[in-house]
């Protein structure tokens, strides 16, 4: 996947300001949904072969 992982505020601000209007907002939060239960399920890299891991995940977690 090569998406740059995602933090609460951006997975959660759409959906409190409004519902989807169309099949293709419908669709959208669909795939935004899917993207957030992906970087969930994926294994964490480890320690020893990224020392950047702390900087990459700090203030990005994810709820669904």
């Known amino acids: 996947m ?4 995602v933090n609460q505020v951006d997975l959660t601000r759409r959906s409190r300001t409004e519902e989807p209007r169309n099949t293709d907002e419908e ?3 669909l795939i935004r949904f899917i993207n ?3 970087l969930v399920s994926s294994p964490q890299v480890e320690a020893k072969e990224s020392r950047y891991r702390s900087r990459i995940y700090r ?3 994810i709820t669904v």
């Open 36 to 38: 957030a239960i992906l």
């Open 2 to 5: 090569h998406n740059v992982p």
């Open 59 to 61: 203030g990005n977690a």
């Open 27 to 29: 669709a959208e939060e």
